[in-house]
């Protein structure tokens, strides 16, 4: 990615003002997708707190009001248990550490578009694969492994039950959905707000069945060893409805099929 | 104030961590109030930011697991304009700076909560009066000035007219809430949860019959010369229902003469 003639690196710790100040310079569209992830969060509240609540502030304050920043966010607001039914109008209540700092800067983010500081738009962004094979050992890497597993037809032993269901999204459906939160023209009433983007809502034994049929390889090949914890955090995403993010044009993979082959498209 | 041998002043910046720790110290019950209202929030972003939003996190942060901490936060995350009717399932949505951080503040405390850090329970307090004359030039000083002013038998101007509608709360209504969130008992599903307390809905109308009965002047006396944007901000609070404060135990006035009778009783 480094080698792209595109791009400028400017590698760092983003709650340094000097790294920030180097990688927002001359920016006019910012996406914001730095930060520490749930479980490690979860552990450290002062890293939390630095990352992902104080640096994103920090780098709000220093946006100009000729820059739009496009904030990742995460459907992890919603806490948990879920609601038997998530839509636009389902009340954040963040049960993480993680979840709690994102909605805070949700907050923050809309009332920084309010005063016309700048454009700001957050995308509560579901489960995204596939993440590098051992990126991170966060409890959802499952989602990412099956692929890499399937692919190279290795074993695959799923830590969730066959009727699991989680909310997923392929890393192009989410690039499109970014690109796209740049480029829609901001009304007054659409600037600030906080939009859960579409995702499909799969079970694992569907995206199973679609791996394995795009891999070529037997579904039954695939086995099934529920650890409680994982179940507990990805056994039961309720159906889900956004029709405000899809009346703004944001889109969703369309089709278990569609989401795992652009998927395997990508390195 | 000060003179009552059961208080212990520790005057200082908030802000101040210092300060912050002697007036904590040894404290089971932190009834937190300190802040920059609304009108000065809005005029400086970062002293709201240092007061409302980093000091109040720093208490948090601050406090141990054996204290239980009762959070002023304000009937203004609740934005404008408002809703037609608003109850405990209305989604916030600051429009102010200050509602912003006090929002973001609910948050934090309800996290904190959530992981035993310590006992925290938010309370979204409604117009409070009677404020001291002259106070804070805030937009709603109307509200406690009409009590100053007929009380002497003076004359007074509402900047609102006759309809126009507020939620309100005497001081003592308000101390009796606060030493009763100090109380309460908190089950794990009510620790952390903002509440947005009971309070009377008045039109200015009934506001003045009722304060010029018990001070014995005439109503018609007042007379009134709406402004534009205080009539804009405080011309139609809706219909509010808060069942889930009322339901564990918090109060309103009851009525119009009641909280006036109580307003008056103090100096």
């Given at each position: 990615m480094a080698q792209d003639h595109r791009l400028r690196m400017a590698a760092g710790d983003i709650a340094d003002a000097a790294v920030r100040g180097r990688a927002m310079e001359?920016?006019?569209?910012?996406?914001?997708?730095a930060g520490v992830l749930s479980a490690f969060a979860e552990q450290d509240y002062a890293l939390s707190r630095r990352v992902n609540l104080d640096a994103t502030l920090a780098l709000f304050e220093a946006a100009g009001a000729g820059t739009r920043i496009v904030y990742a966010s995460?459907?992890?607001?919603?806490?948990?248990?879920?609601?038997?039914h998530v839509d636009d109008r389902t009340p954040p209540e963040p049960a993480l550490i993680y979840a709690a700092h994102k909605r805070m800067c949700e907050i923050a983010l809309a009332d920084f578009a309010r005063r016309g500081a700048f454009e700001g738009i957050a995308l509560r962004l579901p489960g995204i694969v596939a993440?590098?094979?051992?990126a991170a050992s966060t409890r959802s890497a499952f989602l990412s492994d099956i692929f890499h597993a399937l692919r190279r037809r290795e074993t695959f032993t799923s830590p969730v039950s066959p009727l699991s269901t989680f909310w997923i999204m392929s890393v192009e459906c989410c690039v499109d959905n970014l690109v796209h939160a740049a480029r829609l023209p901001l009304s007054a009433a659409a600037t600030g707000p906080a939009l859960t983007l579409p995702a499909l809502r799969l079970s694992m034994a569907e995206l199973v069945a679609a791996v394995a049929r795009a891999c070529g390889v037997?579904?039954?090949?695939v086995s099934y060893a529920p650890d409680p914890e994982t179940e507990a955090v990805f056994g039961g995403y309720p159906p889900l409805a956004t029709p405000l993010a899809e009346k703004l044009g944001f889109r969703s993979d369309g089709t278990a099929d569609d989401l795992v082959r652009r998927v395997l498209a990508t390195r």
């Open positions: 001359g920016a006019d569209i910012v996406f914001h997708l995460s459907i992890a607001v919603f806490g948990a248990p879920l609601p038997a993440r590098p094979r051992g037997d579904a039954a090949s």
